[in-house]
């Protein structure tokens, strides 16, 4: 929900999808081109900047949406920091270099993906990746994927509501028993609405892919220009020498 409220509430909500697309994947060769882990974390930093200050997203929001993915990061590089031998755990400065280069790259191919998804519509990406003739199966699936996500919230919103209204979740006991009714509730009536969606697809005689309305991008040309020199300065910033 907070990935989609920016992606149709921001500055760069008109710029063209395959320019956001292209500096993105700037972005990520950047990530893998850097020489030291500082370089890759610079370009992290800066495509986090340009997301925040030129598409105005909220630094708040922004935290909260890369919050997740950067401590599944922390707890990953964790691993790579120990060894386990005959006399037990031992940190090696070999794994703390491969543990910094695999983080900055990581945090830099993040931000990346994260820039496209804060400032593009789900339906857009999409229609996006179609023009570049990705199979039709699988785009009907990510579809029903995120259109079953809001359905999703939806469920667990309304039943959670008439649960606290009921006080089931007034203790310990009755927010276990509350939790295990939520989630058995939740299950049958995604099963159910899925099913529903099934069959309302089949009875309109939908045998074909599943297809969205796109605007029309006056200055797609001046906007893909723009991230190719915005994206080889990303490059450049990798580059750049030890």
Same mark, same amino acid.
């Given at each position: 929900?907070?990935?989609?409220?920016?992606?149709?509430?921001?500055?760069?909500?008109?710029?063209?999808?395959?320019?956001?697309?292209?500096?993105?994947?700037?972005?990520?060769?950047?990530?893998?081109?850097?020489?030291?882990?500082?370089?890759?974390?610079?370009?992290?930093?800066?495509?986090?900047?340009?997301?925040?200050?030129?598409?105005?997203?909220?630094?708040?929001?922004?935290?909260?949406?890369?919050?997740?993915?950067?401590?599944?990061?922390?707890?990953?590089?964790?691993?790579?920091?120990?060894?386990?031998?005959?006399?037990?755990?031992?940190?090696?400065? $070999?794994?703390?270099?491969?543990?910094?280069?695999?983080?900055?790259?990581?945090?830099?191919?993040?931000?990346?993906?994260?820039?496209?998804?804060?400032?593009?519509?789900?339906?857009?990406?999409?229609?996006?990746?179609?023009?570049?003739?990705?199979?039709?199966?699988?785009?009907?699936?990510?579809?029903?994927?995120?259109?079953?996500?809001?359905?999703?919230?939806?469920?667990?919103?309304?039943?959670?509501?008439?649960?606290?209204?009921?006080?089931?979740?007034?203790?310990?006991?009755?927010?276990?028993?509350?939790?295990?009714?939520?989630?058995?509730?939740?299950?049958?009536?995604?099963?159910?609405?899925?099913?529903?969606?099934?069959? $309302?697809?089949?009875?309109?005689?939908?045998?074909?892919?599943?297809?969205?309305?796109?605007?029309?991008?006056?200055?797609?040309?001046?906007?893909?220009?723009?991230?190719?020199?915005?994206?080889?300065?990303?490059?450049?910033?990798?580059?750049?020498?030890?």
């Amino acid at each position: 929900m907070l990935i989609d409220q920016s992606a149709y509430n921001n500055r760069w909500r008109q710029v063209s999808p395959a320019a956001k697309a292209v500096f993105c994947l700037c972005g990520i060769s950047a990530a893998f081109l850097a020489g030291r882990p500082g370089m890759s974390g610079t370009v992290a930093f800066v495509i986090a900047l340009i997301t925040i200050i030129g598409a105005g997203i909220p630094v708040s929001r922004y935290l909260r949406a890369i919050a997740p993915a950067l401590l599944f990061l922390g707890l990953s590089t964790l691993t790579l920091l120990v060894s386990f031998d005959s006399s037990g755990i031992t940190f090696t400065g $070999a794994g703390r270099d491969q543990a910094a280069q695999l983080c900055g790259r990581a945090a830099a191919s993040v931000t990346a993906l994260l820039f496209v998804a804060l400032t593009t519509p789900m339906t857009e990406i999409l229609s996006l990746l179609r023009k570049l003739k990705l199979p039709d199966l699988l785009l009907d699936m990510a579809v029903i994927g995120y259109r079953m996500l809001f359905v999703f919230s939806d469920a667990v919103q309304q039943i959670r509501t008439a649960q606290s209204a009921r006080l089931g979740y007034a203790n310990y006991r009755h927010s276990l028993r509350a939790l295990g009714q939520l989630v058995a509730a939740v299950t049958l009536q995604v099963w159910q609405r899925a099913a529903a969606l099934d069959l $309302a697809a089949s009875a309109r005689c939908n045998d074909g892919s599943l297809r969205f309305l796109t605007p029309v991008y006056g200055h797609a040309r001046r906007d893909l220009a723009v991230s190719l020199c915005a994206g080889a300065g990303l490059i450049m910033i990798a580059l750049l020498p030890v």
